[in-house]
């Protein structure tokens, strides 16, 4: 067990819908990271928080967006769903800061979306 | 923008066999961290190294940060079943992690 959680773990939905998804990072964890996992494929970076700031972007759509509260856990907000958004979605966390080992990254178990 | 070149892409071994993979790039790294993930599950951190030469190991695992800083290599030794998976690398940028494609690591038969 990481101690990342994520909510819910499976999710279906229609087209054009959306949907929240939320994480909980480790305990003493400031950093939090979204990722997408198509089926067969690579991670692929979203966007990430640190401290409640937005402070790293990867190939998020717009339709996307996300948000850290000052609790630090975080909710991933996907609209206008698509087919293709079909996919994993994993969350991970990190203390986060510049010592050594502050970027290690711990995941939780991911969130499968269904889009049909 | 950065890129992780990891290979192989994909491996067929027997059981008991020695397994390497390898991740190189452009960009110089700070840290190197390397995963597995299980179908279904998210990525499992299994090695991390913090200077150039390092090597280091945990259990059949073995992990190495490159001398120039921009590759690193993970070797199993006497492959079992449960090593199947996807591992991943992942290189320390600034603030980010770049990640690798991923090597799928399958046993026969």
């Known amino acids: 067990d990481s101690g990342v959680t994520q909510t819910p773990k499976h999710l279906i939905t229609a087209t054009g819908q959306r949907v929240t998804l939320r994480c909980s990072p480790r305990?003493?964890?400031?950093?939090v990271y979204w990722y997408q996992q198509s089926l067969d494929q690579g991670l692929q970076f979203l966007i990430q928080y640190y401290n409640g700031e937005e402070r790293a972007k990867g190939n998020i759509l717009e339709r996307f967006s996300a948000q850290q509260f000052p609790d630090l856990h975080s909710e991933l907000n996907l609209s206008s769903l698509e087919l293709g958004d079909s996919a994993l979605y994993f969350c991970?966390?990190?203390?986060?800061?510049?010592?050594?080992?502050?970027?290690?990254?711990?995941f939780g178990p991911g969130t499968r979306l269904t889009v049909l | 923008g950065q890129q992780l070149n990891q290979s192989p892409q994909s491996m067929f071994i027997q059981e008991g066999e020695d397994v390497s993979m390898n991740c190189t790039s452009s960009?110089?790294?700070?840290?190197w961290l390397w995963y597995k993930q299980d179908p279904g599950e998210g990525p499992v951190l299994l090695i991390a190294l913090y200077k150039a030469g390092e090597l280091t190991s945990n259990g059949r695992l073995t992990a190495q940060f490159g001398i120039t800083r921009k590759d690193s290599f993970l070797n199993i030794s006497a492959s079992i079943p449960s090593d199947v998976g996807i591992y991943f690398c992942a290189g320390q940028l600034i603030y980010q992690l770049i990640w690798g494609a991923g090597t799928k690591l399958i046993i026969k038969p």
């Open positions: 960009s110089i790294f700070n840290t």
């Open positions: 305990s003493g964890d400031l950093s």
């Open positions: 991970a966390s990190s203390v986060g800061g510049g010592l050594a080992g502050a970027f290690k990254q711990f």
